[in-house]
């Protein structure tokens, strides 16, 4: 069964608003999870990493302002997207290690959110 | 330069048939290789996970391989059936990163 829920699995939001998208681990703990975006037909690009506890760590190009990740608790990831635009339409997924190393560990993807940004 | 790169891009093969897929890859070091299927509009799945030290793991008609020297893993699909269409992704693990390749897109027509 799916151990990562992500929600909302679609969003449609007019441009100019926020945005927001959760990951929650299910029967686990996860310190960290990987937020991605995935145009079509592409392959998953890391956006960031998030953190619990911490400040989440952006990959080269994502604006960390735009893009805000909050990881309050060991089961669960927000992003945030702000002041969203078309271009920011996208699939955006999540995943979280189950297990102590964050890339050695199995590694579980929540379903994924559609976002259209109109 | 960490790369995985996977062949072909897309694929397409009649229902009942068997196919392989290919991932070479350049990461170093590396910490494992596994293979994800995603079906369009949803989030990878897991199929096998492999370690330096092993050769093979099978996943019901999912058979995965490791060549760790030459650096290149197959995924084998055996009877293919409707529902294994799908993109399949090659994903390379050091200690510090994760690197996924494009994928494969099969399609299974009846």
Known sequence: GAVVSQHPSWVICKSGTSVKIECRSLDFQATTMFWYRQFPKQSLMLMATSNEGSKATYEQGVEKDKFLINHASLTLSTLTVTSAHPEDSSFYICSAPQGTSSYNSPLHFGNGTRLTVT | ?110
Not at chain 2, 26 to 48: A, E, I
Not at chain 2, 49 to 73: C, H, P, V, W
Not at chain 2, 84 to 103: E, N, Q
């Open chain 2, 1 to 110: 330069k960490n790369q995985v790169e996977q062949s072909p891009q897309s694929l397409i093969i009649l229902e009942g048939k068997n196919c392989t897929l290919q991932c070479n890859y350049t990461v170093s070091p590396f910490s494992n290789l596994r293979w994800y299927k995603q079906d369009t509009g949803r989030g990878p799945v897991s199929l096998t996970i492999m370690t330096f030290s092993e050769n093979t793991k099978s996943n019901g008609r999912y058979t995965a391989t490791l060549d760790a020297d030459t650096k290149q893993s197959s995924l084998h699909i055996t009877a293919s059936q409707l529902s294994d269409s799908a993109s399949y992704i090659c994903v390379v693990t050091r200690d510090d990163k994760i690197i996924f390749g494009k994928g494969t897109r099969l399609h299974i027509l009846p």
